[in-house]
């Protein structure tokens, strides 16, 4: 039986920000998050570390201009939330930018109170 589509919710600037990034690299995140809003994971999303049980996936692409990321959350039933894409400027190393982290976490509480309401006002019985 095939997964009935979950919405998207974007959560923060990370929709103006996804619109920032290159043609290719913003096709290659639309197409990991519908796999993510069908119930899969598309190949190039990987789960990010850090945040143990919470879901929490990205998508990492790189372009000419550099590398991009793009992370989101299959936690909720609710919808799939889009939390955050950037371009990674980062030389040292591959591990996500503090900052970058900090921005996730309080975005990750922002779609959890946002997963309440949808919840909340649309109880299934």
Not at 7 to 13: A, H, N, R, T, V
Request: proline share 4%.
């Amino acid at each position: 039986m095939k997964q009935e589509e979950r919405p998207l919710e974007w959560i923060g600037s990370s929709h103006k920000d996804l619109m920032q990034l290159p043609a290719d690299v913003r096709k290659s995140v639309g197409f990991a998050l519908h796999f993510a809003q069908h119930g899969e994971q598309h190949p190039a999303s990987k789960v990010l570390k850090g945040f143990g049980g919470a879901g929490v996936l990205e998508v990492v692409e790189n372009d000419v201009g550099g590398t991009y990321r793009a992370l989101y959350t299959v936690r909720f039933e609710e919808a799939v939330f889009v939390l955050h894409c950037f371009q990674k400027k980062s030389k040292s190393g591959i591990a996500t930018p503090k900052a970058d982290m900090d921005v996730v976490r309080a975005r990750l509480k922002m779609a959890e109170a946002l997963a309440k309401e949808i919840r909340d006002a649309n109880p299934r019985r």
